[in-house]
């Protein structure tokens, strides 16, 4: 079974702009979860979604948004990049059964880099 | 709210050493335990995980015991080789559906094994 996957792998932008990021999870997962890594802040969560909506929410600024689609693949978004955003995005696949004990599989993740 | 507390790094073993990488968490009810590693330039990879009291999750030679008394999920292998030279990050996600796919990470801390 293929595991999760993320494109773009690397992007460069500039201060400003806006970036979309995609995400493709495990086939048969419906919960796609959001993390940001940086050297300072570590790992932190964005966002999941599940069924097209959004379940859960970090404490992130609204600048982050994502979506998800009706074949589970979810899309992040940020819009008006600082600096400060430039870290490695990863993506997270899981089942979201009913009892609650889950277990996510991370992608490779996309590197990006705000100039 | 949740936190997770990992030793400090990094960690330096010689190849076929104990190593032992110490993992404490905060949260409430009754939380799912995992460890996660990370090799250069590639997202992350479950190691293993536990799901309740003195469960012990295991793999590739690892080993975790989750420990509701001490609040503890430590790390231990007994032979390390140079190829599980890596960051390792111990995470915890809440145990009700809600948020089950939302998770808490440690800081991390990397280990470096030398022939």
């Known amino acids: 079974k293929a595991g999760v996957t993320q494109t773009p792998r690397y992007l460069i932008k500039t201060r400003g702009q806006q970036v979309t990021l995609s995400c493709s999870p495990i086939?048969?997962?419906?919960?796609v979860s959001w993390y940001q890594q940086t050297p300072g802040q570590g790992l932190q969560f964005l966002f999941e979604y599940f069924s097209e909506t959004q379940r859960n929410k970090g404490n992130f600024p609204g600048r982050f948004s994502g979506r998800q689609f009706s074949n589970s693949r979810s899309e992040m978004n940020v819009s008006t990049l600082e600096l400060g955003d430039s870290a490695l995005y990863l993506c997270a696949s899981s089942l979201r059964l009913s009892g609650g004990q889950e277990t996510q599989y991370f992608g490779p993740g996309t590197r990006l880099l705000v100039l | 709210g949740n936190s997770v507390t990992q030793m400090e790094g990094p960690v330096t073993l010689s190849e076929e050493a104990f190593l032992t990488i110490n993992c404490t968490y905060t949260?409430?009810?009754?939380?799912?335990l995992f460890w996660y590693v990370q090799y250069p330039g590639e997202g992350l990879q479950l190691l293993l995980k536990a799901t309740k009291a003195d469960d012990k999750g295991s793999n590739k030679g690892f080993e975790a015991t989750y420990r509701k008394e001490t609040t503890s999920f430590h790390l231990e292998k007994g032979s390390v080789q140079v190829s599980d030279s890596a960051v390792y990050f111990c995470?915890?996600?809440?145990?009700?559906?809600?948020?089950?796919?939302?998770?808490?990470f440690g800081t991390g801390t990397r280990l470096q094994v030398t022939l």
């Open positions: 995470a915890l996600s809440e145990g009700n559906t809600g948020t089950a796919s939302k998770l808490t």
């Open positions: 949260a409430t009810g009754y939380p799912s």
């Open positions: 086939s048969g997962h419906r919960s």
